[in-house]
């Protein structure tokens, strides 16, 4: 069995030995390679002497080698190898509008010639892939289909769980469109899901710093030369612009207080996301940006509502300015309490563009709008708002709204026990890549005996 991995950092490196750990028990002629766009990601797996490549340098090295040839294909061709290369760049650019569209487009055309040459050589059974639209990605995703190669997709999911998913995750996870047919959920299977929920958390592993700090060294010292891969350049802010919690300009949200000056007003909590992320860039028609996104709701709440702002805990004081110059000049409240739950248990209405915190809301039978596109955006478990010209008339139903909990338990069911593996991908205790090695193994056995 041959099985070709993708993924970025040290922990994917990690979580794919894990999964070849598991595969070689049965598998004692495995070949197993990981590729990575990280310099954590490829020095971690080839330490542990692994077939290893560092893909996105080697593909821009290549570029080097082979300029005068990509650059006709990029003056006289929309296609190569039947990809088309301006739809495939489009995320990038969501991403960073500063990068060169040329150097893109000749880092795409490498990575297809570097991987279509791979494939042919490797022969892989199947493709393993961390996400599913960086450009490397997307590339091998579209190649993998042209040869028909089985191919899944991984990514950290809700509740402690692991994606591992044959068409994608995030919006294009295949648990998008889900109904049930069923009126309601037999007792013990309602039990499962509560259970489920409230399992004990598994300890982190002791991921160390020095994989990830090569990534930012290498980040700093090249990201502004041409010796840095396009796709790599990603304008994420490393400092805090503001610390809300300390500076007096900004108003924290203050549970007492509240509930003493403002007696039966809705509260409408607004779950930021990580902005240089495909739940912003792809799965987010109506809003191109959080401030985008927090001024049009401010502006369309139903009268005398309270909208709160929580920020992303990895993105704190690191959104655009005018997002924190609107919360300033508006005195929006802003969420500063470490435990979550205390403003979760208080708010009405959990507005999300697609975070997986609506789904946690969602399970604990909350109102959730949905603004954005995600898996479980649903009629019956939450509201989704499908016209930005009907946001105000959406928020000021979402104050009659109530979730039909039976709908929600057949959704957790299914989402759970079937398009889930239990276990992070950060865990220490590797749970999930033995589960997800029982399933590959599952296919190929079933794809014999067929």
Partial sequence: ???????????????????????????????????SLY??????????GNSSSLFSFKAWWNVFFNKRKYLKIVGSQTHYHSIDLHELIAYQFQLNEKTSRKQMLLQAISYIDLMHKEIE??????????????????????????????????????????????????????????????NSLQREKIDSINSFLIRNRQQKYSRCPFYRGIDYFLDFLLKKSSFYPPDLKVPEPFLKKYDLCKNKNFTPFDSEKFHEENPNKPIFLLICQV????????????????????????????????????E???FKGKYERIFYDFLQENSIYIDCNKDFNSIFDQ?????????????????RKKTVVVLGNSYYD????????????????????????RPDPEKINAFLY?????????????????????????????????????
């Fill in 1 to 35: 069995m041959n099985i070709l991995c993708i993924g970025y950092y040290d922990k994917f490196s990690r979580f794919f030995l894990g999964i070849k750990s598991a595969l070689k028990k049965e598998n004692p002629n495995l070949q197993f390679k990981i590729y």
């Fill in 39 to 48: 310099f954590s990601g490829f020095f971690y797996s080839f330490l542990r």
């Fill in 121 to 182: 050589r490797f022969q892989p059974d199947a493709i393993l892939l961390i996400g599913d639209s960086r450009l490397l990605i997307e590339i091998t995703k579209q190649l993998a289909q042209q040869r028909k190669i089985k191919t899944w997709f991984v990514e950290q999911g809700p509740f402690q769980t692991t994606f591992f998913d044959e068409k994608g995750v995030n919006a294009n996870a295949s648990i998008r469109g889900f109904s049930s047919e069923e």
């Fill in 275 to 310: 902005p240089f992320d495909v739940n912003m860039s792809h799965h987010s028609p109506h809003f191109n940006s959080h401030f985008e996104l927090l001024k049009n709701v401010y502006q369309n709440l139903p009268e005398n509502a309270i909208l709160v702002v929580r």
């Fill in 312 to 314: 992303h805990p990895l």
């Fill in 347 to 363: 708010a009405n209405i959990i507005l999300v563009n697609n975070s997986t915190v609506g789904l946690e809301a969602i399970s």
């Fill in 378 to 401: 649903h009629s019956g478990i939450c509201l989704k708002l499908v016209d930005k010209c009907r946001l105000r008339e959406l928020l000021e139903h979402s104050l009659e709204f």
């Fill in 414 to 450: 299914e989402f759970l026990f079937n398009h889930l593996i239990e276990g992070f991908i950060t865990d220490e205790k590797q749970i999930a890549p033995k589960s997800i090695a029982q399933r590959i193994n599952c296919y190929f056995k079933n794809q014999s005996a067929s």
